[in-house]
């Protein structure tokens, strides 16, 4: 089965400091992963997707299959990456590639 | 505004109530999502279309859910006879064909409806 983790609920970082957001997967097949965030009163985005390997607002995440992690990270956050961030996991074609979230983790970077 | 759009934004019922939701995709998407979101919760699958097609339900779409996506364009979603366990988020995502069946296209989402069962 699917599953999707994010252990932390609430991740406090001061501006500057380095931030690394925890995911955590189980899938059998070959898995896409992705990073959806959502700012205040704004809708749920794309940040990035492990396929493109891209980086984005100064974000990264490597996929690593050995030990199954989709760890989203940046080196010096910034208060505007305040934010709830979510991991989710793509099912496959017969799905329709619905996406499998996580809990998601809220992140406050603090001055 | 070319993005996903839902209506309405807040919808507070009283239970046993029937309700409907609306979503209009970006208009070159084929495929359309919903997803429901509880406090506390990921967004979580609830069904899908390819076009019109309803392709895959999730379990969690109960008997009183009903989704229908005439002429592959706009889509509701209907609840009837709602229960307090309804109150939720109800999330719209629209996303392109995939051309290349190991890989999906970015889904866009809507801002959600918001129910509440009272």
């Known amino acids: 089965a699917q599953r999707v983790t994010q252990p932390e609920k609430l991740l406090s970082v001061f501006k500057g400091a380095p931030v690394e957001l925890k995911c955590n997967y189980s899938y059998s097949g070959s898995p896409e992963l992705f990073w959806y965030v959502q700012y205040s009163r704004q809708r749920l985005q794309l940040l990035l997707r492990h396929i493109s390997r891209e980086s984005i607002k100064g974000f990264t995440a490597d996929l690593n299959k050995g030990e199954t992690s989709f760890h989203l990270k940046k080196p010096f956050a910034q208060e505007e990456d305040s934010a709830m961030y979510y991991c989710a996991l793509s099912g496959n074609s017969n799905s329709g590639y619905a996406l499998n979230f996580g809990k998601g983790t809220s992140l406050l970077v603090t001055p | 505004d070319t993005g996903v759009s839902q209506n309405p934004r807040h919808k507070i019922t009283k239970r046993g109530q029937n309700v409907t939701f609306r979503c209009d995709p970006i208009?070159?998407?084929?495929?359309l999502y919903w997803y429901r979101q509880t406090l506390g919760q990921g967004p979580e699958f609830l069904t899908y279309f390819q076009n019109e097609a309803q392709l895959e339900k999730s379990r969690l779409l109960s008997d009183r859910f009903s989704a229908e996506r005439p002429k592959g364009s706009f889509s509701t979603l209907e609840i009837q006879r709602t229960e307090q366990g309804d109150s939720a988020m109800y999330l719209c995502?629209?996303?392109?064909?995939?051309?290349?069946?190991?890989?999906?296209?970015?889904?866009?989402f809507g801002p959600g409806t918001r129910l509440t069962v009272t």
């Open positions: 208009s070159e998407h084929n495929r």
């Open positions: 995502a629209s996303s392109l064909d995939s051309w290349d069946s190991r890989y999906s296209y970015e889904q866009y």
